[in-house]
């Protein structure tokens, strides 16, 4: 864990570090698809030795369970494999020929973060490889309550295949900038070229409610870091990066379009990126107010920051999961965050969910 106060990184050990991470996840779903690819084979071979079984004893005891034991052998083979070579956990709907519908290791262009309580829409992926952030090398750790800590491949029925990030990391956890937004440049390593964000966010409109969705149209950094401090990755991106569509106008007007067709209302507004981890007094809640903010929280602003540095295509999605400080005579708590978010979880997952499939 790195120097919250804004150590600036060594840029080759920090080249070094981010190629280390995506090398070691390459290598993860790589070994994730061997091994479902071999599971499928053994269940196939199986089969065909149970049929062969059967065709030879026609009509006896023998071959009604050879017959069982063949299919039974197939479909274990083909509906699931076990840890990969290095660990990764898969599930294989595989057909007939043993394989999944895009393999594990099929590294897709999109990539969602998901915030605090909201990582149950991962457990809607199909075909899933999971690796757990304590896996990877270089890779930071989510200590915040809420984040599961994994990163997890797998597809949206009806729609692309993603990567999906069950939690992430926080410069109010300990992190310094560059650390807290290292897994950004590894995604962008990967291939990924579009990016959701999501978040729990505190409202400054009195007029909106807990479990209202919004479509973060711009962003006020207000953590006092840039990410982008330091030696420019000029790999990735310019020294000065432009932000003045940090939130890519196609994307947001695509999540317009899922809420549409699902009927989902959908807010929308300027996001404050707090450095927390004490939330928001009432005066700083009037003044964000007053800046002509809609939803104030402890994230996002760094990730998006060093995406549009990185040439990635981003979209944000906040739960508003609570009235900021000041709004209602109650003191907040992170209780009633999660609680919030799990609360709005259906309504959030149907709208990402459809999302990805119109992204297709």
Known sequence: MGDAGGRLPDIDAERA??????????????????????AGAAGARAEGAGDGAA????????????????????GDGARTCG???????????????????GAAGDIPDIAVVLGSGLG???????????????????????????????????????????????????????????????????????GVSRLI???????????????????????????????LTGPNFSEYGPRFPDMSFAYDPGLRETVRRAAGSLSIPLREGVYVGFLGPSFETPAEIRMFQALGASAVGMSTVPEAIVANHCGMKVCGISCVTNL??????????????????AKAGPLFEALLEETLRLLR
């Open 324 to 341: 900021a400080a000041g709004i209602l005579a109650q003191p907040l708590t992170s209780e009633e965050v999660l609680e919030s978010a």
């Open 197 to 227: 964000l999501t978040n729990a966010s505190g409202g400054l409109n009195p007029a909106w409610s807990a479990g209202d969705l919004m479509l973060i149209e711009d962003h006020i950094n207000f953590t006092g870091q840039n990410p």
């Open 120 to 190: 149950g829409f991962a457990g809607r992926l199909a075909d899933a490889a999971t690796i757990p952030y304590a896996d990877i090398p270089r890779f930071a750790r989510s200590t915040a309550p809420g984040h599961k800590g994994n990163l997890i491949v797998g597809k949206i029925a009806g729609g692309p295949r993603v990567i999906c990030m069950q939690g992430r990391f926080h410069m109010y956890e300990g992190y310094a900038a560059p650390e807290a937004t290292r897994h950004v440049r590894v995604l962008r390593e990967l």
């Open 17 to 38: 570090n981010i190629r280390e991470a995506a090398s070691y996840i390459r290598s993860r779903l790589a070994g994730a698809r061997a091994d479902c690819e071999g």
């Open 55 to 74: 065709g030879a004893q026609a009509g006896g005891e023998d071959a009604a369970g050879a017959r069982a034991g063949g299919a039974m052998a197939s």
């Open 83 to 101: 840890d990969g070579a290095a660990g990764a956990r898969i599930a294989c709907d595989g057909a007939a020929g043993g394989r999944a519908e």
